[in-house]
């Protein structure tokens, strides 16, 4: 279960033992993991839906989706306090940090990319995408921005950093979360199959091409996406049926299924801790020894209401959960860390 610690100052907020209760008690059939709370700091704007994360590890600015807020929120990666707010940005979905290039993508409905110079926090530029775009990746190598368009079932690639032309690659009826593979130079991208399994498929971000279709047999929903930091797997969240999958890259593509919380979403890599968070709709947290093969289960967290996504700052190992309510029916971001010595 999830243990208090002391907070870091500066406008903290420290829960009584009766909100950690209430808030993060994790289910009785599920196996209690040691989660420190660290801080829990006000978010400011409605108390609505947040979705994607990213972090910023030149500057330490956490990037927060205030999805139905119309907003991204920028905070800091140390302690969590109030950087800018974003407004008039329409549905945010997706967040993509490309610190090389310091420039932060963000996805926006109904058809739109974002642009943010990471350094600034200014608004350079809005271009187009298809409809309803969800997740967002950064190629280094090539300078492309990678695209979910969730609506069409594609692939947008922009080219020159976002400001170049698009070309966008069909795929099926509809696509989750896409990812950069710098082993590969291409990028990986969760897509809904119209007949058979799922899939997860590789794209050549120059050529626009497709560069390989892996089957995901018994991944329903195949949504959130992440590669291991070995680059020998990738780790989906198949929200239809509530597993988690780990498809092996190369060889026979060998499947290894897992249970999650019901409607996983969100995943999160700690390269350093060899740990693999995936959140869910359902509140629940699952969380994976990544230094095993397969997929072994370490342990089960409830971090909050609706905590579907999460990041983690392989820095500090610490942990942010942004919820839409929290203890005091307001906005709250949650940073938790491993229990350790």
């Not at 089957?215 to 239809?240: D, F, Q, T, W, Y």
Request: charged residues 15%; neutral net charge; hydrophobic residues 45%.
């Amino acid at each position: 279960m999830i243990r208090a610690s002391r907070c870091a100052r500066g406008g903290l907020v420290l829960l009584s033992l009766l909100a950690l209760c209430r808030w993060a008690s994790p289910s009785p059939q599920v196996s209690p993991l040691p989660l420190v709370l660290v801080a829990e700091v006000p978010l400011p704007g409605k108390a609505v839906r947040f979705d994607y994360q990213d972090i910023d590890p030149s500057t330490k600015r956490l990037f927060i989706a205030h999805m139905s807020d119309d907003a991204v929120v920028v905070v800091s990666a140390v302690d969590g306090s109030l950087l800018k707010v974003m407004p008039r940005i329409p549905t945010p979905r997706g967040v993509v940090v490309a610190a090389d290039a310091k420039r932060v993508f963000v996805t926006s409905s109904p058809s739109q990319l974002v642009i943010i110079d990471s350094q600034t926090l200014k608004e350079l530029g809005r271009v187009g995408t298809g409809r309803s775009p969800d997740g967002v990746a950064w190629d280094s190598v090539h300078r492309v921005v990678g695209v979910s368009d969730q609506g069409d079932g594609a692939l947008s690639l922009i080219a020159g950093s976002g400001a170049g032309a698009r070309k966008q690659v069909a795929l099926g009826s509809e696509t989750g979360n896409v990812v950069f593979d710098l082993g590969r130079a291409t990028f990986w991208i969760t897509v809904v199959a119209a007949a058979g399994p799922d899939q997860l498929v590789s794209v050549d971000p120059l050529a626009a091409k497709v560069v390989a279709r892996v089957p995901v047999p018994g991944c329903s929903g195949a949504h959130g996406l992440r590669i291991h930091p070995n680059g020998k797997s990738a780790l989906i969240a198949c929200e239809g049926n509530s597993k988690v999958a780990r498809v092996e890259l190369g060889g026979a593509h060998a499947v290894t299924l897992a249970p999650s919380g019901p409607d996983p979403d969100v995943l999160a890599i700690d390269p350093g801790l060899a740990l693999l968070y995936v959140a869910a709709e359902s509140g629940d947290l699952s969380v994976f020894d990544l230094a095993k093969p397969g997929l072994v289960t370490i342990g089960h967290e409830h971090p909050g209401a609706a905590s579907h996504s999460v990041a983690v700052d392989s820095a500090t190992h610490h942990v942010f959960f942004p919820l839409a309510v929290g203890p005091h029916g307001a906005p709250v971001l949650r940073i938790l860390r491993p229990a350790g010595p």
